[in-house]
């Protein structure tokens, strides 16, 4: 650091030119002291919707206390989506800033024992920060395929996982808590092999225990401790980095586990909500994320801490949930998980960073989760080369409140559960079929004769996706056909 000095000289200068060269002085020391990089905290829900969080839905029947806070204390985006609507092609796409349909991944999800889906000289969220100093750790659901061997083999080492694509620090599951096999994994490593067997657990609609699916389990795994372990190791990552007061930033990727089935709330959140064990297993969530703000509280730079809270898709909530309970866990949006409608990949998406961010902004601008790297590459002043985060876009500006100084967002694909593809461009939205391409029925519906083949809708006058436009503006189907072609075929959506 450069270090400025009076000398014997400035004794003798009047008073008004030596306050000028103290202030002077001063400017030069806090000029030559480099801002510390941002702390980043992503925490990314499991099957959570729009309308779950009462800041977003004043209907909704989940007491959400902690992420109302969150969003009074941060900026809210109200227009922000997954990049598929299930969880193992968004994870690929939040870490990579890349849609997962360009893998081999081009519907459906990876399994429990699933090899590696993040290609090894793919640059990642995680190991753009370790390159720049930050300490990284991946706590919870990854669901991204471990190691090479198809099946895995979890009594060798998980190679390559989480540590291979920038994770200092791994502890969590191999895939969604109903999908075997049930073990927890540290690292390159089992900590517990799966040695025994568990039998299904039926749906919670179906007056069951939960939902899982047999298989392998580790002897002392049991559901419903997971989501509070997951809690604990997050809360202690915390502390310890609060406890070092390091130099060094770190980023917290939080996958949480819940509320995705099995619904499993513990018995402290019984009866907490008016939507049943799946509001009663949010109102845990954000109990959880209570825990992990009140943690972050504690640390030295609280208020350079970016911490950013979304969900990988809609909820798994059907019409005849939403009859039952009367509340609707997708907001107003049509459909739920894995439907190409927006009830399918419309999220919330939160994001509190006190020394920049205003309280209580709340911002409209298009935005999908693919964007966070490149919007944490534009905080460290960093650029993205040709091959990496091709389909990333800032959302820096919008978070500040700010001009652009990058292109900004205007379109975003989306892609539904068995492989349809959407598009979104301003108001407009092109489905390339018909039905709703996941879980609500019909999944795919054959058009008759002289009906449109696909569906176009005007989200600014039909946010409902009520009224099918297709026919009467085929221009605008034309060109938006065109542009998908275009994003599909040249492997980017953003200018290179």
Not at 28 to 45: D, F, G, R, T, Y
Not at 75 to 102: E, I, K
Not at 343 to 370: D, E, N, Y
Not at 385 to 411: I, M
């Amino acid at each position: 650091m450069m270090v400025c000095r009076l000398t014997n000289w400035a004794r003798r200068m009047p008073l008004s030119l030596l306050l000028m060269a103290v202030l002077a002085i001063a400017g030069c020391q806090e000029e030559s002291e480099p801002q510390k990089l941002p702390n980043i905290i992503v925490i990314l829900a499991d099957d959570m919707g729009y309308g779950d969080i009462s800041y977003y839905n004043e209907e909704s029947k989940i007491p959400t206390p902690n992420l109302s806070r969150l969003a009074e204390e941060g900026a809210v985006f109200t227009d922000a989506h997954s990049p598929s609507a299930v969880c193992t092609p968004t994870r690929y796409g939040l870490l990579t800033g890349r849609y997962a349909w360009r893998t081999r991944l081009k519907k459906g999800v990876l399994v429990g024992d699933s090899p590696a889906l993040i290609e090894s000289e793919r640059a990642t969220l995680a190991s753009r920060l370790k390159e720049l100093g930050y300490v990284t750790a991946a706590i919870g659901k990854w669901h991204l395929g471990l190691g090479l061997d198809d099946p895995v083999d979890y009594s060798e080492p998980l190679v390559p996982g989480p540590n291979s694509v920038g994770f200092d620090y791994f502890f969590g599951i191999p895939a969604s808590l109903d999908m075997e096999p049930y073990l927890y994994v540290e690292n390159e490593n089992a900590v517990q092999l799966p040695t025994e067997q568990i039998a299904a657990s039926a749906h919670r609609r179906k007056s069951g225990g939960g939902f899982w699916r047999e298989g392998s389990v580790a002897p002392d795994f049991r559901h419903i401790d997971v989501l509070p372990e997951l809690t604990d190791k997050a809360v202690e990552f915390i502390q310890q980095r609060s406890e070092q007061d390091s130099a060094e930033p770190f980023f917290l990727y939080w996958a949480l586990t819940a509320p995705h089935t099995p619904w499993l709330p513990i018995d402290e959140f019984r009866d907490r909500s008016e939507a049943g064990y799946y509001g009663d297993f949010c109102a845990q969530v954000d109990w959880s994320v209570g825990r992990l703000l009140e943690a972050v509280e504690q640390l030295p730079d609280r208020d350079n801490t970016l911490v950013l809270f979304t969900s990988d898709n809609g909820s798994h909530w059907p019409t005849d949930d939403i009859e039952r309970f009367g509340h609707r866990a997708n907001g107003f949006f049509r459909g739920q998980k894995a439907d190409i409608w927006e009830g399918g990949h419309r999220v919330p998406f939160i994001v509190r960073w006190p020394s920049q961010v205003s309280p209580g902004s709340k911002s409209s601008q298009l935005v999908c989760l693919t964007d966070i790297f490149a919007t944490v590459n534009e905080i460290l002043g960093t650029s993205l080369t040709a091959n990496e985060a091709e389909d990333s876009y800032s959302f820096l500006h919008a978070l500040l409140g700010q001009p652009s100084k990058h292109p900004v967002r205007d379109s975003v694909v989306h892609h539904s559960f068995d492989g349809m593809f959407a598009i979104r461009r301003g108001p407009w939205k092109l489905i390339l079929g018909r039905g709703s391409g996941g879980f609500t029925e019909p999944k795919r519906l054959e058009p008759g004769s002289g009906e449109p083949v696909g569906q176009l809708y005007n989200l600014d006058d039909d946010p409902g996706e009520t009224e099918n436009l297709y026919s009467e503006k085929p221009e605008l189907v034309e060109e938006l056909t065109a542009l998908l072609d275009q994003y599909r075929e040249q492997g980017h959506s953003r200018p290179l």
